[in-house]
């Protein structure tokens, strides 16, 4: 099982419908949990973090953590063409404090 | 906003040459980074560095690889003789010590490496 796994992608959504991105990770006792964004040739910026099951927003992002699933999502309302680009997924490990990032998401906002 | 930096932005050399890619971590940050993501792939940890000492590294970062800090604002990546699979983006990234920051990775824009 991979340790942090996302489905690739593209990801398709109308503009001004909520995009809902996924991510799954192997190791258990993970505490901290990222989403990134990167565009094109960039480099990852944060846009969320989240410690605690349940819900954590931040203007029109929300992260959604289970950590008995081991399920950690983001949710982007009311999507703009400037959200296309790949979102990571990142999770602390716990046993070395390594930040592992998954293969990422590419989302494509439809005009 | 502060900001981490890295030079050059791309670099260019022939397979078995040494490279050495620079870093300016964000200044009041503890925990720096390096991270690469060949093209189309995932970003991969290779090496963390606290207290002027590797923390953790991983199976990429190999004896080619060094780090180094030689001041109190640089953090360099030398590889030693490069390979043609070492072509990638090379990210930097600092995390400030504790509570909210811990963890939280600020990356500097790559330095893009193209092995021949």
């Known amino acids: 099982q991979k340790e942090v796994e996302q489905n690739s992608g593209p990801l398709s959504v109308p503009e001004g419908a909520i995009a809902s991105l996924n991510c799954t990770y192997s190791?258990?006792?993970?505490?901290?949990f990222f989403w990134y964004r990167q565009y094109s040739g960039k480099s990852p910026e944060l846009i969320m973090s989240i410690y605690s099951n349940g819900d954590k927003e931040d203007g029109r992002f929300t992260a959604q953590l289970n950590k008995a699933s081991q399920y950690v999502s983001l949710l982007i309302r009311d999507s703009q063409p400037s959200d296309s680009a790949t979102y990571l997924c990142?999770?602390?490990?716990?046993?070395?404090?390594?930040?592992?990032f998954g293969k990422g998401t590419r989302l494509h906002i439809l005009p | 906003e502060p900001e981490v930096t890295q030079t050059p932005s791309h670099q260019v050399t022939q397979m078995g040459q040494e490279v050495i890619l620079r870093c300016v971590p964000i200044s009041n940050h503890l925990y720096f980074y390096w991270y690469r993501q060949i093209l189309g792939q995932k970003v991969e940890f290779l090496v963390s560095?606290?207290?002027?000492?590797?923390?953790?590294k991983s199976e990429i970062f190999d004896d080619q690889f060094s780090v180094e800090r030689p001041d109190g604002s640089n953090f360099t990546l030398k590889i030693r003789s490069t390979k043609l699979e070492d072509s990638a983006m090379y990210f930097c990234a600092s995390s400030g010590a504790g509570g909210a920051g811990a963890n939280v990775l600020t990356f500097g824009a790559g330095s893009r490496l193209t092995v021949l």
């Open positions: 990142a999770v602390n490990r716990r046993r070395d404090d390594k930040i592992i």
């Open positions: 560095f606290y207290n002027n000492e590797i923390s953790e």
């Open positions: 190791d258990r006792v993970s505490q901290s």
